[in-house]
């Protein structure tokens, strides 16, 4: 029987911690969607109490942040309504997207 040569089973570590981390930001991309989807009702439970607008703000970002595919829907939706994008804060733009605000609101051009 030939030897068995124990480093060709081995797999180098940085190709499994690389796998590890795509999964890792794919999972953290659909909390983000689960917490857009979530806060539309818990908002309108509570419209005194603004609770869903902090977890919508954090969907943003998770999903902005970790998934292409996010970006690109998110970016699809400020085009197709443009009044969306004229409720973002600067921060938020440049965190999520990695630009400013094309449409100016008028409380931002004073």
């Known amino acids: 029987m030939p030897p068995v040569e124990p480093q060709a089973a081995i797999r180098p570590i940085h190709a499994i911690r690389g796998h590890v981390h795509i999964a890792f930001r794919q999972v953290l991309a659909l909390i ?18 603004p609770v869903g607008l902090p977890i919508a703000i954090m ?13 690109r829907w998110m970016e699809r939706v400020m085009a197709r309504h443009p009044h969306v994008e004229r409720f973002a804060p600067h ?17 931002d051009a004073k």
């Not at 979530?38 to 439970?45: K, L, T, V, W």
């Not at 969907?59 to 970790?66: A, D, E, F, T």
């Not at 921060?91 to 409380?107: D, I, P, Y």
């Open 91 to 107: 921060w938020l733009m440049r965190l999520v997207f990695g630009r400013e605000k094309t449409t100016v609101s008028q409380n």
């Open 32 to 49: 983000g969607l689960f917490m857009i989807l979530i806060a539309i009702p818990i908002g309108f439970a509570t419209p005194f109490i």
């Open 59 to 71: 969907g943003v970002v998770l999903l902005g942040r970790n998934a292409g595919w996010g970006r």
